[in-house]
Structures are given as structure tokens and as C-alpha cells.
């Protein structure tokens, strides 16, 4: 079982979509998650290796950090306006090449290459 599988648990979709987010990252303006998503493209790294490294894991948290402070400070009523993930309108489905379920083109963008501001 490869490591996008394992850590999938299996689920054949779901390795898919990993894998679809590491093309996305390996084409993305982070140069430091350009060069980890295509080691483990080119099974040069276990991807569980490099979300546990220093390095990578940075690149990682900074956005959630960031999209957390801005996800706490709604109000309940905010966040039940939230659209449920892969809804109609959603950039799951709007984005060219949509990966229903685990991780979206259009988000990663956003939390990786995007502004300072980083909307829900």
C-alpha cells in the first residue's frame, strides 16, 4: 500500500484527493511546498514525514493559524451561514478541477498562495 493510501486508510478516493492536493501544491508559489509535494509525488518522502518535519510543517500552520483566528471570532449565527463543504456554489464545485470531500484546488490556493486575509 502506497503512503497516500495508508494514510487514506484505504479509501481509494481519498488517496486521490491527496494526491490531487499535492499536484496542486507542486504547482503552486510556495517554493518550500513546491519541493515538498513533488518529494512525495516522486516518493523521494513519506508525507507523513513532511508534515511532521521543522520545514514543511510551517508552510502548514501559518495559514490554519490564520484561518482559525478568523473562523473563532464569528458568531455562531456567522458560522451556520457557512456553506457546507462541497454545496452547490462552493469552490469545491465551482473549482476546474474539483476533489470532492477532503481537500479543494480553490481553498489550498487560497491558504497557501493567497492574501494575508484569508476568507471563509
Avoid: C
Amino acid at each position: 500500500m502506497s503512503d497516500l493510501h495508508d494514510i487514506a486508510g484505504g479509501d481509494e478516493r481519498r488517496a486521490r484527493e491527496l494526491h490531487d492536493a499535492l499536484l496542486r501544491l507542486a504547482d503552486g508559489k510556495n517554493p518550500l511546498l513546491r519541493e515538498m509535494s513533488e518529494a512525495v509525488i516522486n516518493g523521494e518522502l513519506a508525507l507523513r514525514d513532511a508534515v511532521a518535519s521543522d520545514t514543511y510543517a510551517s508552510q502548514f500552520a501559518e495559514p490554519f493559524k490564520a484561518f482559525w483566528s478568523q473562523y473563532q471570532e464569528l458568531t455562531e449565527a456567522d458560522r451556520d451561514q457557512l456553506p457546507e463543504p462541497n454545496s452547490p456554489g462552493t469552490d469545491a464545485v465551482e473549482s476546474p478541477r474539483p476533489t470532492p470531500g477532503l481537500l479543494d484546488g480553490a481553498s489550498l490556493d487560497r491558504w497557501f498562495d493567497g492574501p494575508t486575509e484569508y476568507p471563509l
